[in-house]
């Protein structure tokens, strides 16, 4: 037997443990076998082609359990808040994503102007509007219905990119609308904000304006201009960032699940379906927003992604800056692995579907 193998019945045996002790009552001795599940199933998937791309979402999965039984060991280390870490861990994520973009990606608005207004505006327009439906719909709390405003507001996930070019969707038209909704997020989400979210929470404009820029457009900018000098000199930097990203995203999340453990432990079965309707609707009515100019198939898939795929790091970080992190923070912590697996999904299912011009089908783009 193979460790992958071994490991899957590993996980087999700690998830009908966990169920076990839940079912019967002692559900705080279950925790350890949920999290032993969740590790092992994470490397189980290593063992598994089509399963691998879930290893990452498992492993958060495993450490969101863990923070939700053991929340103390996530909130401070000795005075010091960990929750301080999150703008610059945001900073070092944007950063690696600057340095992994280039000024071409720009250019993308002169070569496919139609499919780049279309994105970004369906984008802006369709995420918002659902998150605000939704919001009002929910009867939470007025700080965690913001939050699902909030993460409606946010610009593009350098994970659409990934995804966009596993659904064999146009990865050129991908990169280009993440790059110009992320420029533009200092402005348009904090005015979405104000008109949408105003009514459950204190927005300032300004300041949210200026939080953004701080965590968004300095630090891609400083990666833009070091890809420009130094890029393929420094393969060790290359080669590190995907990772730095990956764990700084699992760390806010850890840190976001701790603090609004209490919160989530009343509403999270309902939190997450909010947020799960949220992602659907978003790639549904995206790919028909396509359709609806006549877009190509790959271009309507594009389009599908980057509507319904959010930057939910950055909608942590705002949070965290409006000091709400442990209510306005708890949608965006959840969208952000949810969004991992549908989009997974959805890749998987296009990838056996025909786009409609393979015989003319050029791969474009770079693969993030």
């Not at 010091?80 to 720009?106: A, E, H, V």
């Not at 850890?254 to 603090?259: R, S």
């Not at 309707?277 to 028909?288: E, K, P, Q, V």
């Not at 959840?334 to 393979?358: C, H, R, V, Y």
Request: aromatic residues 10%; charged residues 10%; proline residues 5%.
């Amino acid at each position: 037997m193979n460790i992958y193998k071994l490991m899957s019945a590993v996980a087999a045996v700690s998830l009908l443990t966990a169920l076990y002790l839940a079912f019967t009552g002692s559900l705080p001795s279950a925790g350890p076998f949920f999290i032993a599940f969740f590790l092992s199933l994470a490397i189980s998937f290593r063992g598994y082609e089509k399963l691998k791309g879930f290893t990452y979402t498992t492993v958060i999965f495993a450490a969101v359990t863990t923070a939700l039984y053991y929340p103390q060991h996530f909130l401070t280390v000795g005075d010091f808040k960990l929750s301080t870490l999150i703008t610059p861990l945001i900073q070092i994520i944007m950063f690696g994503m600057g340095t992994s973009m280039s000024f071409g990606d720009f250019v993308g608005v002169v070569k496919m102007p139609k499919g780049v207004l279309i994105g970004v505006v369906s984008h802006f327009i369709i995420m918002p509007t659902i998150g605000y439906t939704l919001a009002n719909i929910s009867g939470f709390p007025p700080e965690i219905a913001a939050g699902i405003i909030l993460i409606g507001c946010s610009p593009n996930g350098m994970a659409s990119n990934v995804i966009s070019y596993l659904a064999k969707a146009n990865l050129a038209l991908s990169i280009t609308i993440t790059a110009i909704s992320t420029m533009l997020a200092p402005i348009v989400t904090p005015v979405l904000m104000s008109m949408l979210a105003g009514a459950f929470v204190k927005i300032d404009t300004l300041h949210m304006m200026w939080d953004i820029i701080k965590m968004v457009i300095i630090p891609i900018g400083a990666g833009l201009i070091f890809n420009k000098l130094f890029s393929g000199k420094v393969k060790w930097l290359d080669a590190a960032m995907p990772l730095v990203s990956m764990g700084g995203i699992a760390f806010i999340i850890v840190i976001i699940t701790a603090a609004g453990r209490d919160s989530l432990l009343s509403i999270g079965p309902a939190l997450l379906l909010l947020v799960l309707i949220h992602n659907l609707s978003g790639y549904t009515l995206g790919y028909w927003s396509g359709r609806l100019f006549r877009m190509s198939e790959r271009d309507c898939r594009t389009i599908a992604i980057e509507v319904g795929m959010q930057n939910g790091g950055l909608a942590s970080g705002i949070a965290k800056e409006m000091g709400k992190m442990a209510t306005v923070g708890l949608a965006p912590a959840i969208f952000g692995p949810l969004m991992n697996i549908t989009g997974s999904i959805l890749a998987s299912w296009w990838q056996g579907k025909p786009t409609g011009d393979e015989d003319t089908y050029v791969e474009t783009g770079r693969a993030h």
